[in-house]
């Protein structure tokens, strides 16, 4: 049995000027359990640039070079009050390196010239109906520079696959600007440490001229413990405005927790937490996987213990969702220590048919030398 590990980071994108809408990433939902909290962290690399031929005052030609490197840096979160309602913040710095030559007949001339610039976003966002096929949601945001967003989204998890759809509207609140977003994702899960997404978005101008984005991105995960509470991701991005043309590298660390009860009622006789949430993480239409165990926990759940998960949930009230939750964490506490036996069996198989083959190989070899 697979399960989704990729932490529900809920992380705001960031663009000049303003601030875009939450990022489409199918393996980065919220999480739906009151006091989770998620955080990620990263840097980006998108170098760009063109040559052309150009012409001084006096009609002397030269090679015009340009060279931009965009160095970026984020940090976001996010914190589920409940099932329902979530908040997500964000800040994003960027320093662009623009270097550029101009190559005469008989000298050359260099320049070079920085720029940095900083954004930040704070978003609210409302689960219409949570745990349902699609799980909609709305969310409204504001950001710096001061701009308005709102988006909308659906998403669809058949095991081991997600799929999200988003529409989304920016507003400047200085200047014109206004854009419409509509963005498609798809994450598969390989297995327990192992995840990949593609995403893509295409972004239009409303009430102005300006040339449409088209953004594509892949992403990479890699979970750092089982529970899925810390994870890597490796992304690169395509992107197309016009005749220009972007490819981008980025490097993320995020990670999980929960504040409160929440914590604590993962699994009465382990204290360790199971975001990122993307994205372990687990998309918000599945419970969290149960944290760690070592190989002598994972294999003394008896029969009994398993007949005593569904007698405490059919005397539990259905408003105890503390209750409710740590029986569904024992469940996949005790579905993990199953695949752990599993592939315990499957390594003896494999070790035992590797015995027999050598067995056979070295019985033939002493018929060939009797012969």
């Given at each position: 049995?697979?399960?989704?590990?990729?932490?529900?980071?809920?992380?705001?994108?960031?663009?000049?000027?303003?601030?875009?809408?939450?990022?489409?990433?199918?393996?980065?939902?919220?999480?739906?359990?009151?006091?989770?909290?998620?955080?990620?962290?990263?840097?980006?690399?998108?170098?760009?640039?063109?040559?052309?031929?150009?012409?001084?005052?006096?009609?002397?030609?030269?090679?015009?070079?340009?060279?931009?490197?965009?160095?970026?840096?984020?940090?976001?979160?996010?914190?589920?009050?409940?099932?329902?309602?979530?908040?997500?913040?964000g800040i994003n710095s960027?320093?662009?390196?623009?270097?550029?030559?101009?190559?005469?007949?008989?000298?050359?001339?260099?320049?070079?010239?920085?720029?940095?610039d900083f954004g930040a976003g704070l978003s609210l966002e409302y689960r219409l109906a949570a745990r349902t096929v699609l799980d909609p949601r709305l969310s409204v945001g504001v950001s710096y520079p001061l701009g308005l967003n709102f988006q909308g989204s659906v998403s669809l998890l058949k095991d081991p696959v997600i799929l999200l759809a988003s529409l989304g509207y920016n507003k400047p609140l200085e200047g014109s600007g206004d854009s419409l977003t509509v963005g498609l994702g798809a994450g598969f899960v390989a297995n327990e440490n192992i995840s990949f997404s593609g995403t893509a978005s295409y972004t239009v101008p409303v009430g102005h001229t300006d040339l449409p984005i088209t953004s594509i991105s892949f992403r990479t995960g890699y979970n750092l413990d089982p529970a899925g509470q810390r994870e890597l991701g490796l992304r690169t991005t395509l992107s197309?405005?016009?005749?220009?043309?972007?490819v981008g590298v980025g490097f993320e660390f995020g990670g999980r927790g929960n504040i409160g009860s929440g914590a604590s009622n993962i699994t009465p006789s382990n204290n360790s937490t199971n975001s990122n949430g993307s994205n372990p993480n687990t998309p918000n239409t599945r419970p969290s996987p149960a944290p760690t165990q070592s190989p002598n926990e994972s294999t003394s759940a008896t029969p009994t213990d398993r007949g005593n998960i569904p007698e405490r949930l059919a005397t539990v009230s259905p408003n105890d969702t503390n209750s409710i939750a740590a029986a569904i964490q024992e469940l996949y506490q005790l579905l993990r220590a199953k695949d752990a036996q599993i592939s315990a069996l499957q390594q003896q198989i494999a070790t035992l048919e590797q015995r027999l083959e050598e067995l056979r190989r070295q019985q033939s070899e002493n018929q060939k030398a009797d012969r």
């Open positions: 049995m697979k399960t989704f590990t990729a932490v529900g980071i809920g992380a705001l994108l960031f663009s000049f000027p303003v601030l875009a809408q939450t990022p489409i990433d199918p393996l980065r939902l919220p999480q739906a359990e009151t006091g989770s909290y998620i955080y990620n962290l990263g840097i980006t690399y998108t170098p760009d640039g063109q040559q052309r031929t150009l012409f001084d005052e006096l009609g002397n030609p030269f090679i015009a070079t340009r060279f931009n490197q965009n160095l970026g840096f984020f940090l976001s979160g996010s914190y589920s009050f409940n099932q329902n309602i979530s908040i997500a913040g960027s320093l662009l390196i623009r270097n550029e030559k101009q190559e005469f007949r008989n000298f050359t001339q260099t320049q070079t010239q920085t720029d940095a197309v405005s016009g005749r220009e043309t972007r």
